[in-house]
């Protein structure tokens, strides 16, 4: 199994062990991304025009078997973070990187609580092969109201994952990690029950989002 550490908020110096829910970046312009900006794009861009080098570059995954694409595209902006989604957008703009060789989409099932992994879901159907997805587990909603909570529980750990397989409509995740280490559950136990899922082929490699060295 890979354990990585994902560097999307890499500005971030301290340990996020604490759990705290994602939130957007506030030196992110709010049209960058959301609506405004994929509906724009969408509308702009021919398919059948390149935009980036086709002979996109690639990287091998970690220890693992998998390459991807040296750029990958983050799809959290697609589901309202920074402006109202269009999925309709969204799923053009998918199959656009697609097109243009990028194969490497990060997900999370708390991006627009699962329509995020919808979206995706749509866009790479017919179109699988060569697409490594990476999807998150762990945010859930607090039922009162604020801030999310994390659930790292060993028992929920193939729940998220049964849900994330359905809405993605795919058989296998190519990399699935642990959105936000739960203080309340041994890494360890968490990280068990992930294994379990790679031992079931429902998960191909494994990573921790935010984790503290030691954690790791």
Not at 11 to 35: F, R
Not at 101 to 124: K, P
Not at 149 to 171: F, H, I, K, T
């Amino acid at each position: 199994e890979l354990f990585a550490i994902d560097q999307c908020r890499a500005a971030q110096a301290e340990d996020q062990d604490h759990g705290t829910g994602e939130q957007p970046d506030p030196a992110v312009h709010p049209n960058d991304g959301g609506a405004h900006g994929v509906r724009a794009y969408a509308e702009v861009q021919d398919p059948s025009t390149p935009v980036y080098d086709p002979r996109m570059q690639s990287r091998q995954l970690g220890g693992t078997a998998m390459e991807v694409s040296a750029l990958g595209l983050g799809c959290m902006s697609l589901s309202g973070v920074y402006g109202a989604a269009d999925d309709a957008a969204s799923v053009t703009l998918i199959q656009h990187a697609l097109d243009r060789g990028i194969t490497h989409l990060d997900s999370s099932d708390m991006y627009g609580w699962g329509q995020n992994e919808e979206v995706i879901g749509r866009a790479v159907r017919g179109r699988r092969a060569g697409v490594v997805i990476a999807t998150k587990f762990g945010q859930v909603r607090n039922p009162a109201g604020g801030g999310n909570l994390v659930n790292g529980r060993p028992d929920y750990v193939p729940q998220a994952c049964e849900a994330s397989l359905q809405r993605l409509g795919v058989d296998v995740i190519d990399l699935y990690y642990q959105h936000r280490v739960d203080p309340a559950v041994p890494i360890e136990d968490t990280v068990g029950a992930m294994k379990q899922l790679v031992a079931q082929g429902k998960v191909r490699s494994l990573g921790l989002c935010e984790a503290a060295p030691a954690t790791i």
